[in-house]
């Protein structure tokens, strides 16, 4: 059983700060894919990184893939209001269970204006 | 064009009774997923189907939950004797294909059920 671990579990930051979320594991990945959930809805995909040591720019927002592909850090660069939500990785392990995403704990951001 | 819709959004019940979650994925995925998420928590996942069959139903907690898809586009998941630990928002995902590690899911908003 493979152990997900998503840090800081709760962020409450002003706008125009900077901040990294971590999710980190023991086992080794296939791919990790990153979503943001707000409230009421359901999680909508921001990134999905798939080779040790990737880096994926998407706005304000930069994903890294550990090299050993056992983590990955998200950070925001001048975060907004609009950020505030529920960030979580979902990592994929090879195998059987390839068709179904193990999601972490989360990390929620506040970004207050 | 028309996302993963869940009916109904919000399901109150009684311990003890039965009840179904309702889900329409986006037209012509063919993998469709069910996760139920508990507050402060991510989503965990309960079953899969591939088609109308259920590829991978590891995760459904006990044999009270049951789900069918039987014509490979609406599912539903059923709950029979509710408890008030079924209390959660259960979520469903769908994909064009299935079997890819780097899919994309599209999820619903969601069915926040309250067992009383």
């Known amino acids: 059983t493979q152990l997900l671990e998503q840090s800081p579990q709760f962020l409450s930051i002003q706008e125009g700060e900077n901040l990294t979320v971590y999710c980190n594991s023991s086992s080794v990945f296939s791919s990790l894919q990153w979503y943001r959930q707000e409230p009421g809805e359901g999680p909508v995909l921001l990134v999905t990184?798939?080779?040790?040591?990737e880096v994926k720019k998407l706005k304000r927002l930069t994903f890294q893939f550990g090299d050993a592909r056992k983590d990955s850090s998200l950070h925001i660069t001048a975060a907004q209001p609009g950020d505030t939500g529920l960030y979580l990785c979902a990592p994929k392990v090879g195998g059987t269970s390839y068709g179904k995403l193990t999601f972490g704990q989360g990390t929620i951001l506040t970004v207050h204006p | 064009g028309a996302g993963v819709s869940q009916t109904p959004s919000n399901k109150v019940t009684e311990k003890g009774k039965y009840v179904e979650l309702r889900c329409d994925p986006i037209s012509g995925h063919t993998a469709l997923y069910w996760y139920r998420q508990s507050l402060g928590q991510g989503p965990e996942f309960l079953i899969y189907f591939q088609g109308t069959g259920a590829a991978d139903d590891s995760g459904l907690p006990n044999d009270r939950f049951f789900a069918v898809r039987p014509e490979g586009s609406v599912s539903t998941l059923k709950i029979q004797r509710t408890e008030r630990g079924d209390s959660a928002v259960y979520l469903c995902a769908s994909s064009p294909r299935t079997g890819y590690s780097t899919d994309t899911q599209y999820f619903g908003p969601g069915t926040r059920l309250t067992v009383l």
């Open positions: 990184v798939v080779t040790g040591g």
